[in-house]
């Protein structure tokens, strides 16, 4: 009879262990009431959150100016089907049209969206892929990997050219190794090249393609291991070099596009930047492995007149409260500047707005490593 | 939706609890049948004399521990339905198995959530560390020579045993397999075979000669080969539903060792060892949307020779020495990280040279001494860019001192460590010395002997490893030893009332550990390389509770069943933390274990179950970080026998019975229901 019980004790026991699991829902998205911004041309914008490796933690937010509200992480809830979601490390985000375009660098690809319901429309393969930008109708993808383009053993990376209505890989084109940044000049499309796999040999040079022919027709020499790079309104571009990390600091580079050659350099640690009409506004964070901390300064250049302005964009308070500045943007038409703090990484991060005079308008809590800020237009419709 | 998700946890909490309330008022029974007791006894014993001698020596040996010691060992170990040791360890209490899941998997212990790299792994009473990254892979342990696994919180309670053993916040014993050899017979030919689920061929061999009356050799050999796929599912409520298959988890592996052992005059013995372990795998990776298969492998070569002395040179006095050289190799090579001299391709050496000197003095009957002195030399070079070549030479020493009084047992540490750092190139990590005291005591506190209590204080710390200090761009040399401080107090009870309930052992700990200066490895773009993140402080409390209990439920059929429980708050508690007060990565708050056995004539049955509660796979206790919990059963049938007058073990086990697809970490996920068989005879 004890034995008996025993056993019914047992089986018991197990079964409402057994029953215990929770059936697993998609997280919802998590809303929170900011203060609303005027509606201008721009009227909200997506935030993308890297997530750190391996975690699959890429994720999305978003800022509606006229509500003022902030949708965190709204992908998941948009895409039920997406198995296990955005992905891993996002690592650029764009609005084109209508669409709205994630690069999904340790998924290997570019998600794209409805830039009005962010639900997914198309996910294009891209290994190993890594900024993306715009023009005449077609999207640039950066990637490290061309296994399939450029064969199994080829350092190089490549550029793909994605028809923005068919959603396709129509062209490619090899440039250097791991290339970055991507701007558009004209007809001509300008890729910073890093290196970054084979330390100390690094990449120095931009690589120029020709949209019509798509084709490298030269490198341009800057530094070594070229990471950020923009376009100014007047013919040049912006690319920072991240050195070596030890004895080669990181620096900041003017390009002159009518001679593809370096005209001018700052001795200016960048990390990020932004170029809004007239300003360049530039985060740099350098680790000092003489101090064994990070010398952060944030810094704004007069791209018409290429002269470092003495002022710093960020009231103290804002400085003193970021750890570890990473993403940067700012309104075109407003001019209020977004900037976030990826904290250590692991933890949600903080978006900080800041107005033109200085003032903050809020902060509020973000995915993992807030990082990539896309503007959508009033224009926008659904597809 | 989190919520509910805690209160269904107390329901089955409170099960679990009353399961073991139940237990203890398991004596009853015996009482309420005392005319058995005798005859049953007889039957016992002609029928399982070995089982029935294995739980004696345990519940004996754990009784008198001033610190809260598990052992699997023998039988017992073998019930459980284990490959490696990594499988057997979950059944502790306190313990959690990082299990990246599969054969080739890694699989490292943290104890009491202090962190992987606080327990230190004895082999045959020789410690195998990893000065590279603190990170000892359990799964490359087979359990087919190891004879006994012992988990010891703190430090194993002898006072005669080499400083390292004392140095750790946690010590983890395995023994392997002695010589035994029958009257008639000077040798033991032991082959075994394993199949199953991943493609599994496991033989193994095991080969013992007495070559003379003082002179026996053991030597073993065994190899491993799985193609390490199995079906896994991620899914999620009114979502997306997708199984795939793990790709690239395949591994090879060959262990071989061999140990001659001397008997010396009187009492000494002296043993040397040398073992070989080679294997090679694939690392399967993180799953991530769009991303089902990697292509990274990692090779692992270790050797290591050792040389072990026992002797005294006069009735009150023991000495021990040891003296060990080990040589480890591993390569990692990433196809998708291609740089100019072709795909990346990491090879790492490591050396250690360790010897030490242990003398123990009997000052009176009841007080033994000892001074473990010990030295260890740890290089590690690597092809690697910007690599410092770092070398790190550890002078550790511990005085100690053991008395022993009717019903008490009082002993006493004082371990003094300095260790220098080196480095042939770029900054070095600072030298480090360190003083710290343990104290610990067992009493038994009433006239009756099965119940003891005990308490122990210990201060221990653990040096950051080389690649916290100096792995390329991830490593930091201004990073700061972790330094841990443990409280436990506890208590055993043992009886053996005979009838029904043959024997019943409860133990039970609370706990309070503090950690400060934390490094925390999580996972990053690979498994072999990690974000250093330095998480501050920790404030762990504990409570362990654990119970043996062993029935005869009628002359033929007995049953064995143990129950383990532990609950435990491991806060983030760093000043000005944006996550204080959460609890850290992966320590789950609830965990639990079961384990049983029946015994009828030549068969025996298992089953196990181990439940580990909600955890968080991030410092942010939020809904995103939500890892569910999991839960396996395992069954095993075994028999055991002659045939054709040749001892046979045959068993055949499914794990994972109910099929519960899982992550123990994030993204990488375990496999669902599998087999195996096993066959072992002995010639």
Redesign the interface.
């Given at each position: 009879m004890n034995t008996n019980k025993l056993f019914m004790v047992l089986a018991f026991a197990t079964i409402t262990l057994t029953g215990c699991r929770k059936d697993d829902y998609i997280i919802p998205e998590e809303e929170e009431i900011l203060p609303p911004q005027t509606v201008t041309s721009v009227d909200g914008f997506y935030l993308l959150n890297e997530g750190n490796m391996n975690m699959n933690k890429a994720s999305l937010d978003y800022y509606d100016y006229a509500t003022g509200s902030y949708r965190r992480n709204v992908y998941g809830e948009a895409n039920p089907g997406a198995t296990l979601g955005l992905g891993d490390v996002g690592n650029d985000i764009g609005i084109y049209g209508n669409k709205l375009y994630a690069v999904i660098n340790n998924s290997n690809k570019v998600e794209v969206m409805d830039a009005l319901t962010s639900k997914r429309l198309k996910v294009i393969d891209v290994k190993n892929a890594r900024y993306i930008t715009f023009a005449k109708g077609k999207a640039y993808v950066s990637a490290y990997d061309g296994e399939a383009q450029l064969g199994d053993n080829s350092p190089n990376g490549f550029v793909a050219e994605i028809d923005t209505t068919s959603l396709d890989i129509k062209r490619t084109v090899m440039v250097g190794r791991q290339p970055e940044e991507m701007a558009v000049v004209a007809d001509k499309l300008y890729v910073a090249n890093s290196g970054g796999y084979s330390p100390p040999n690094y990449e120095r040079t931009v690589s120029v393609i020709d949209l019509n022919s798509f084709t490298k027709t030269k490198d341009i020499d800057v530094a070594i291991n070229l990471n950020r790079l923009k376009a100014d309104d007047y013919g040049d571009l912006y690319v920072s070099s991240r050195g070596d990390y030890s004895q080669i600091p990181s620096k900041l580079f003017v390009i002159d596009t009518k001679t593809d050659s370096v005209k001018k350099s700052f001795d200016l640690a960048t990390s990020n930047f932004t170029i809004v009409r007239d300003t360049a506004y530039i985060i740099g964070s350098e680790f000092s492995y003489e101090t064994f901390d990070w010398d952060i300064n944030y810094s704004l250049i007069d791209v018409k007149n290429e002269t470092l302005l003495e002022d710093n964009f960020l009231p103290q308070s804002v400085i003193d409260a970021i750890k570890t500045p990473y993403g940067i943007a700012v309104d075109p038409v407003s001019l209020n500047i977004y900037v976030t703090d990826a904290g250590d990484y692991v933890s949600p991060g903080t978006l900080y707005c800041i107005d033109k005079n200085g003032d903050i308008k809020f902060q509020v809590t973000t995915g993992d490593i807030p990082a990539h800020m896309a503007f959508k237009e009033t224009t926008t419709t659904q597809q | 939706?989190y919520f509910?998700?805690h209160k269904?946890?107390w329901?089955?909490v409170s099960?679990?609890l009353?399961?073991m309330i139940?237990s203890f008022l398991s004596p009853a029974?015996a009482q309420e049948f005392p005319g058995n007791a005798k005859d049953s006894l007889d039957i016992i014993k002609g029928f399982a004399l070995g089982e029935v001698i294995v739980t004696a020596t345990k519940v004996k040996f754990s009784l008198a521990s001033p610190m809260p010691v598990q052992i699997l060992s023998g039988k017992k170990l073998e019930k459980l339905n284990s490959l490696s040791v990594a499988d057997a360890i979950r059944y502790f209490s306190g313990v959690q198995l990082k299990d990246y899941g599969g054969i080739g998997g890694i699989k490292t212990i943290n104890v009491r959530s202090l962190g992987s790299a606080h327990t230190a792994v004895f082999y045959d009473g020789m410690s195998v560390g990893n000065a590279q990254n603190g990170q000892v892979d359990l799964g490359k342990f087979s359990l087919d020579n190891i004879e006994s696994i012992e988990l010891y919180n703190g430090q194993k309670s002898t006072i005669f045993q080499p400083a390292r053993g004392f140095f750790s916040s946690n010590t983890l014993f395995l023994r392997t397999k002695a010589p035994q050899f029958s009257k008639d017979k000077n040798y033991r030919l032991k082959p075994a075979f394993k199949t199953g689920s991943f493609g599994l061929v496991n033989p193994s061999l095991l080969y013992q000669q007495k070559l003379s009356p003082a002179l026996s050799l053991s030597a073993s050999a065994e190899r491993v080969e799985a193609h390490g796929r199995y079906k896994y599912n991620?899914?999620?409520?009114?979502?997306?539903d997708?199984t795939a298959v793990r790709q690239n988890g395949d591994i090879t592996s060959l262990r071989t060792e061999m140990t001659l052992h001397v008997k010396l005059r009187r009492t000494g013995q002296a043993s040397i060892k040398t073992y070989l372990y080679d294997s090679e795998r694939g690392l399967p990776?993180?799953?991530?949307?769009?991303?089902y298969h990697h292509v990274q492998r990692q090779w692992d070569r270790n050797f290591f020779i050792h040389a072990s002395l026992h002797n005294s040179f006069s009735k009150k006095h023991n000495l021990l020495a040891n003296i060990k050289f080990s040589n480890d190799y591993n390569r990692y090579l990433d196809?998708?990280?291609?740089?100019?001299?072709?795909?990346?391709d990491n090879k790492y050496y490591q050396n250690e040279l360790y010897t030490s000197l242990v003398n123990q003095y009997s000052l009176r009957p009841w007080w033994d001494v000892s001074l473990a002195t010990d030295f260890s030399l740890n290089t590690l070079s690597a092809n690697l860019?910007?690599f410092p070549y770092p070398s790190r030479y550890s002078y550790l020493g511990a005085l100690s001192s053991h008395m022993r009084w009717e019903g008490m047992d009082l002993q006493a540490n004082l371990l003094a460590g300095y260790i220098k750092e080196d480095v042939k190139h770029y900054?070095q990590g600072d030298n480090q010395s360190v003083l710290s005291p343990v104290i610990s005591v067992s009493a038994q506190p009433f006239k009756y002997k099965a119940f003891r209590v005990r308490a122990f204080y210990k201060e221990s710390f653990r040096m950051p490893t080389f690649n916290d200090l100096y792995y390329t761009?991830i490593g930091?040399?201004?990073l700061r030893p972790e330094v841990t401080t443990q409280y436990d107090v506890g208590a055993t009870w043992t009886i053996e009332p005979g009838g029904?309930l043959q024997s019943a052992s409860v133990q039970t700990d609370i706990y309070y550990n503090k950690v400060k200066d934390k490094i925390v490895a999580?996972?990053?773009?690979?498994l072999f390389r990690w974000?250093m993140?330095n998480l501050g402080e920790v404030d762990i409390k504990g409570l362990e509770a654990k119970t043996d209990l062993g029935?005869k439920?009628s002359t033929k059929l007995l049953?064995d069943l143990g129950l383990n429980y532990t609950y435990q708050k491991a806060i983030d508690i760093t000043p000005n933390g944006?996550?204080y007060g959460h609890q850290i990565p992966y320590a789950p708050e609830h965990s639990a274990t079961?384990t049983?056995s029946v015994l009828w004539k030549n068969w025996q049955m298992n089953y196990s179950?181990i439940?580990t509660g909600e955890r968080y796979?991030?410092?942010?206790n939020?809904?995103?970080n939500y890892v569910?919990?999991?839960?396996t059963?395992d069954i095993a049938l075994n028999w055991e026998g002659t045939l054709v007058r040749i001892p046979v073990k045959i068993g055949a086990e499914v794990n994972n019975f109910?099929n519960?697809y899982y992550d123990v970490v994030?993204?990488f996920p375990m496999p669902g229901r599998n087999y195996r068989i096993n066959l072992a005879i002995e010639l």
């Amino acid at each position: 009879m004890n034995t008996n019980k025993l056993f019914m004790v047992l089986a018991f026991a197990t079964i409402t262990l057994t029953g215990c699991r929770k059936d697993d829902y998609i997280i919802p998205e998590e809303e929170e009431i900011l203060p609303p911004q005027t509606v201008t041309s721009v009227d909200g914008f997506y935030l993308l959150n890297e997530g750190n490796m391996n975690m699959n933690k890429a994720s999305l937010d978003y800022y509606d100016y006229a509500t003022g509200s902030y949708r965190r992480n709204v992908y998941g809830e948009a895409n039920p089907g997406a198995t296990l979601g955005l992905g891993d490390v996002g690592n650029d985000i764009g609005i084109y049209g209508n669409k709205l375009y994630a690069v999904i660098n340790n998924s290997n690809k570019v998600e794209v969206m409805d830039a009005l319901t962010s639900k997914r429309l198309k996910v294009i393969d891209v290994k190993n892929a890594r900024y993306i930008t715009f023009a005449k109708g077609k999207a640039y993808v950066s990637a490290y990997d061309g296994e399939a383009q450029l064969g199994d053993n080829s350092p190089n990376g490549f550029v793909a050219e994605i028809d923005t209505t068919s959603l396709d890989i129509k062209r490619t084109v090899m440039v250097g190794r791991q290339p970055e940044e991507m701007a558009v000049v004209a007809d001509k499309l300008y890729v910073a090249n890093s290196g970054g796999y084979s330390p100390p040999n690094y990449e120095r040079t931009v690589s120029v393609i020709d949209l019509n022919s798509f084709t490298k027709t030269k490198d341009i020499d800057v530094a070594i291991n070229l990471n950020r790079l923009k376009a100014d309104d007047y013919g040049d571009l912006y690319v920072s070099s991240r050195g070596d990390y030890s004895q080669i600091p990181s620096k900041l580079f003017v390009i002159d596009t009518k001679t593809d050659s370096v005209k001018k350099s700052f001795d200016l640690a960048t990390s990020n930047f932004t170029i809004v009409r007239d300003t360049a506004y530039i985060i740099g964070s350098e680790f000092s492995y003489e101090t064994f901390d990070w010398d952060i300064n944030y810094s704004l250049i007069d791209v018409k007149n290429e002269t470092l302005l003495e002022d710093n964009f960020l009231p103290q308070s804002v400085i003193d409260a970021i750890k570890t500045p990473y993403g940067i943007a700012v309104d075109p038409v407003s001019l209020n500047i977004y900037v976030t703090d990826a904290g250590d990484y692991v933890s949600p991060g903080t978006l900080y707005c800041i107005d033109k005079n200085g003032d903050i308008k809020f902060q509020v809590t973000t995915g993992d490593i807030p990082a990539h800020m896309a503007f959508k237009e009033t224009t926008t419709t659904q597809q | 939706m989190y919520f509910y998700k805690h209160k269904c946890l107390w329901v089955r909490v409170s099960m679990l609890l009353s399961l073991m309330i139940f237990s203890f008022l398991s004596p009853a029974f015996a009482q309420e049948f005392p005319g058995n007791a005798k005859d049953s006894l007889d039957i016992i014993k002609g029928f399982a004399l070995g089982e029935v001698i294995v739980t004696a020596t345990k519940v004996k040996f754990s009784l008198a521990s001033p610190m809260p010691v598990q052992i699997l060992s023998g039988k017992k170990l073998e019930k459980l339905n284990s490959l490696s040791v990594a499988d057997a360890i979950r059944y502790f209490s306190g313990v959690q198995l990082k299990d990246y899941g599969g054969i080739g998997g890694i699989k490292t212990i943290n104890v009491r959530s202090l962190g992987s790299a606080h327990t230190a792994v004895f082999y045959d009473g020789m410690s195998v560390g990893n000065a590279q990254n603190g990170q000892v892979d359990l799964g490359k342990f087979s359990l087919d020579n190891i004879e006994s696994i012992e988990l010891y919180n703190g430090q194993k309670s002898t006072i005669f045993q080499p400083a390292r053993g004392f140095f750790s916040s946690n010590t983890l014993f395995l023994r392997t397999k002695a010589p035994q050899f029958s009257k008639d017979k000077n040798y033991r030919l032991k082959p075994a075979f394993k199949t199953g689920s991943f493609g599994l061929v496991n033989p193994s061999l095991l080969y013992q000669q007495k070559l003379s009356p003082a002179l026996s050799l053991s030597a073993s050999a065994e190899r491993v080969e799985a193609h390490g796929r199995y079906k896994y599912n991620y899914r999620k409520e009114g979502g997306y539903d997708t199984t795939a298959v793990r790709q690239n988890g395949d591994i090879t592996s060959l262990r071989t060792e061999m140990t001659l052992h001397v008997k010396l005059r009187r009492t000494g013995q002296a043993s040397i060892k040398t073992y070989l372990y080679d294997s090679e795998r694939g690392l399967p990776g993180a799953i991530v949307a769009n991303r089902y298969h990697h292509v990274q492998r990692q090779w692992d070569r270790n050797f290591f020779i050792h040389a072990s002395l026992h002797n005294s040179f006069s009735k009150k006095h023991n000495l021990l020495a040891n003296i060990k050289f080990s040589n480890d190799y591993n390569r990692y090579l990433d196809p998708d990280y291609k740089t100019n001299e072709g795909a990346l391709d990491n090879k790492y050496y490591q050396n250690e040279l360790y010897t030490s000197l242990v003398n123990q003095y009997s000052l009176r009957p009841w007080w033994d001494v000892s001074l473990a002195t010990d030295f260890s030399l740890n290089t590690l070079s690597a092809n690697l860019y910007r690599f410092p070549y770092p070398s790190r030479y550890s002078y550790l020493g511990a005085l100690s001192s053991h008395m022993r009084w009717e019903g008490m047992d009082l002993q006493a540490n004082l371990l003094a460590g300095y260790i220098k750092e080196d480095v042939k190139h770029y900054q070095q990590g600072d030298n480090q010395s360190v003083l710290s005291p343990v104290i610990s005591v067992s009493a038994q506190p009433f006239k009756y002997k099965a119940f003891r209590v005990r308490a122990f204080y210990k201060e221990s710390f653990r040096m950051p490893t080389f690649n916290d200090l100096y792995y390329t761009f991830i490593g930091n040399s201004s990073l700061r030893p972790e330094v841990t401080t443990q409280y436990d107090v506890g208590a055993t009870w043992t009886i053996e009332p005979g009838g029904v309930l043959q024997s019943a052992s409860v133990q039970t700990d609370i706990y309070y550990n503090k950690v400060k200066d934390k490094i925390v490895a999580m996972p990053s773009s690979n498994l072999f390389r990690w974000t250093m993140l330095n998480l501050g402080e920790v404030d762990i409390k504990g409570l362990e509770a654990k119970t043996d209990l062993g029935f005869k439920l009628s002359t033929k059929l007995l049953l064995d069943l143990g129950l383990n429980y532990t609950y435990q708050k491991a806060i983030d508690i760093t000043p000005n933390g944006s996550t204080y007060g959460h609890q850290i990565p992966y320590a789950p708050e609830h965990s639990a274990t079961l384990t049983s056995s029946v015994l009828w004539k030549n068969w025996q049955m298992n089953y196990s179950f181990i439940y580990t509660g909600e955890r968080y796979s991030q410092k942010a206790n939020i809904p995103v970080n939500y890892v569910q919990p999991w839960y396996t059963s395992d069954i095993a049938l075994n028999w055991e026998g002659t045939l054709v007058r040749i001892p046979v073990k045959i068993g055949a086990e499914v794990n994972n019975f109910f099929n519960q697809y899982y992550d123990v970490v994030l993204n990488f996920p375990m496999p669902g229901r599998n087999y195996r068989i096993n066959l072992a005879i002995e010639l």
